[in-house]
């Protein structure tokens, strides 16, 4: 049978152009490919999509294989069905309308491309995306966003959290130790995102409360806030005396730099100390300081304070010096040299020698820094018994003052005489008696007293001389009565510098004598300080290479407590504010 | 213009931004202050200053850019001193904060000028090396033109495909409509689509073509060599997205970075001394 296909084609302007093709064949086959009758070369259209028959029926339209779904008869998606004149067959984006065949036709079909395919370039153009703008998030969006982030995290929140919620009034009623112990923490507490840097170890306790010392906004931190804790501390020169704002005026936080981590708070550089004292009498006229720059290199001799007269109290600072070597006028009588004999010393009654060693005596205070004072009771009367009566050797005198001795004696001897009993070869017979028994007569009791008196006496010239308090003290006679004796007042510094700091407990590696040289100290008076040599020996100034760098506070301190307290100052600031 | 920024006025930036460094440093050696080096020492605050002016100086070119013939200095004078400045700081700012960091507003100022500086020297290598890379990857034609070949393959695809069989025409298919250039930020700066419709059509059917014979066999045959040539030039645009990319991405770090790190920047200024 013949076939008319008339394809349709929209040109630009509109008008609509036909091409015929006349085709003989038995079915009519729709498709892509060039061996269909209806050809159908557009994208979206299978190689056969169908076949319509001429049947006696009418016509019918055969949809093949897959195609079935590409295919819709009268706007139903049908992929086989009845068709007739004016039907319109949908493959993919054509229609093919069943027209009234003319001529020689029996079957007339109208085939046009409906629905648009896409033209190649434009389809991938719409496909892709070339230009980070189109796919990025703005960099203006992405930079205001992190903007608002910071601003709100590290600046708005904060500040309403520390002026708003949690400041202002409310944090000055509190208690400040509960405030500084608050436990708080970023980001409730937001402001810790302000630290410059970690808190000193000692302040770490509060070191979560920022405003515990930054009190008001834009203000330095006041020392009012430093001596509310640390009242003690006080100044290093008296202001009154001296002019030097740089040490007087000067705020807490100008020398004690906070948030600096580990490091100690506290000043330890050289320089700060020798600026000034490098040429003290620039800034002090009047010091009886001497210059230093540095405990390496220089540094004055040391200049002990020691006891001129025990009796009225008093002292003096001596330097040392070899040719002219200080005293230590105790009013003790001593020698480290017999009690540190090599081969020992005579233990009294044991008649065996006993090798003393430092330790004996002197017993380190609780820290380990300094040592206890050389106490009778404890380190001497093993040995010195201050035993007085050979028959009763187990009775010991007070080591205390001359009346105490003496009420001793007199007490001792008169109750011997009264009770009777001594085995005493020069006594009477009234004290040789055998105690008990009758009681004395007048006369007995007269000459047991009389006795009684004289061996008091006695005894008291032989204690008071060299066998008892005479070995260790300076006993003079004050009178011509039996008992007219005085005992030197005693008196030993605790310190020989006590403008410096020395811990024995660090020092405990070289042995005493290796400083001290106690061995050979012939004489109670002898000061066995050693020179600033020795110390030198191992320690140098703070640029020390070769020695233990130790800078001015390693000895001494800054804050000198015989000066006015610092919190003077903000008491006296505060009146002058107001 | 991309080399000779580094090398304008016999590298006077360069000079410049080296006689900074040299300053802060010398500085930095012989000031002795209280405790650890810190922004805080009068030499810490002129440090502090100094970044801070540099910072607000580099920033004003995203201005001073868009504004042409303003002022004295030539466009190269800012990008030039944009380049050097901004690299000078990572010395004198780590000086200035004397090598203390932490978890605060403060580190956090410093590490987004960090990351500011280090997507400027990106970008600065970007711009030396990709234009020169990508002009290369061209070759002669201009890129529209490529994209108008690549489209023409398109069609001529469907043309030799028509008579084959459904299965090779789908594939062509999808080859026009499936084949996408670019796409989201890490497919631009990949350079590649491990997706491609086109490549995997030409995969496909030179496997096809294999198992046909005679008419089928021949039109196979051509239409892998177009599917061919095809890929090759999308690989080409492909490259070139890739380098565009590249020579933007980083300003989508660098810009946005500088907005965060002005801000922090105030705002660690501001709070040492409200906290002083």
Known sequence: ?578 | MHTSILVFRNFRYLKIALALIVVAVLAYVIHDPLGRPNGGTWLGYSLGGLCAAIIVWLAWFGVRKRRYGVGKLLLEDWASGHVYLGLSLLIIATLHSGFQFGINVHTLAYALMVLVIGSGAFGLYAYMRYPRLRSINRGEGALGDVWALVAGMSRDCYEIARDLPDEVYRLVEDADKETRIGGGVWRQLSGRDPNCASTRALEEVRGMAERYSGKDADAARRLVRVLARKVELLTRIRKDIQYKALLDIWLYFHIPLTVALLGALAIHIFTVFLYW
């Open chain 1, 1 to 578: 049978m013949e076939v008319l296909v008339r394809y349709l084609t929209k040109k630009r302007d509109g008008a609509i152009a036909t091409r015929d093709a006349l085709v003989t064949c038995e079915t009519v086959r729709f498709g892509r490919s060039t061996d269909n009758e209806v050809e159908l070369p557009a994208p979206g259209v299978l190689l056969h999509e169908g076949v319509l028959h001429k049947r006696a029926g009418g016509l019918f339209f055969e949809g093949e294989g897959e195609g079935r779904n590409n295919v819709t008869i009268d706007g139903q998606p049908i992929a086989s069905g009845p068709v007739k004149i004016g039907s319109t067959i949908g493959v993919g984006p054509y229609d093919v309308i069943v027209l009234l065949p003319q001529g020689e036709a029996e079957i007339a079909l109208s085939v046009e491309l409906v629905r648009p395919v896409g033209d190649a370039l434009t389809t991938l153009r719409n496909n892709s995306v070339t230009r980070l703008e189109q796919s990025a998030i703005g960099k203006r969006s992405l930079g205001w966003g992190a903007l608002a982030v910071i601003v709100l995290a590290f600046l708005i929140w904060p500040l309403i959290e520390t002026y708003g919620i949690g400041g202002g009034d409310a944090a000055l009623s509190k208690n400040p130790i509960e405030m500084a112990l608050e436990t708080k923490t970023w980001p409730i507490a937001a402001d810790l995102a302000w630290v410059t840097g970690p808190v000193s170890g000692p302040h770490k306790f509060f070191a979560q409360n920022c405003s515990f010392c930054h009190e008001r906004p834009f203000v330095r931190v006041q020392d009012s806030v430093c001596t509310a804790c640390h009242a003690e501390i006080n100044f290093h020169v008296d202001p009154k005396v001296h002019d030097l704002p740089e040490v007087t005026t000067a705020l807490c936080q100008s020398c004690h730099k906070e948030h600096q981590g580990a490091a100690p708070i506290t000043r330890q550089d050289q320089t700060f100390c020798s600026s000034c004292h490098q040429d003290i009498e620039r800034v002090a006229g009047d010091t009886k300081l001497r210059d230093v720059t540095s405990f390496g290199t220089d540094h004055p001799e040391f200049n002990p304070t020691v006891v001129v007269d025990a009796a009225a109290k008093t002292f003096a600072r001596v330097r040392l010096d070899k040719a002219n070597w200080p005293t230590e006028n105790s009013n003790l009588t001593f020698t480290h040299k017999k009690h540190l004999n090599p081969q020992g010393i005579l233990v009294p009654g044991k008649q065996q020698r006993r090798v003393m060693d430092c330790a004996d005596c002197h017993t380190t205070d609780g820290g380990g820094t300094g040592y206890s004072p050389v106490v009778m009771e404890d380190h001497c009367s093993d040995c010195h018994l201050l035993n007085f009566e050979p028959t009763a050797p187990t009775r010991r005198l007070p080591h205390g003052s001359v009346e105490d001795v003496t009420n001793s004696l007199r007490e001792f001897y008169g109750d011997l005489a009264l009770r009777g009993g001594a085995d005493v070869e020069d006594a009477p017979a009234v004290v040789r008696r055998r105690p008990g028994g009758r009681s004395l007569s007048q006369e007995e009791r007269l000459e047991a007293l009389a006795w009684a008196d004289k061996a008091a006496r006695d005894a008291g010239a032989r204690v008071f001389s060299r066998s008892a308090c005479g070995t260790c003290h300076e006993v003079t006679r004050t009178g011509d009565g039996p008992f007219d004796y005085a005992v030197a007042p005693v008196l030993v510094v605790d310190r020989w510098l006590p403008k410096g700091r020395f811990d024995h407990s660090q020092h405990s590696s070289p042995g005493c004598v290796d400083c001290h040289a106690a061995p050979d100290s012939a004489k109670a008076t002898d000061v066995l300080l050693p020179q600033i040599e020795t110390c030198q020996a191992c320690h140098g100034g703070e640029a020390a290479v070769q020695r233990v760098p130790s800078t001015c506070v390693s000895c001494h301190d800054f804050h000198l407590d015989f000066h006015p307290p610092m919190r003077e100052r903000v008491r006296n600031a505060r009146v002058e504010d107001g």
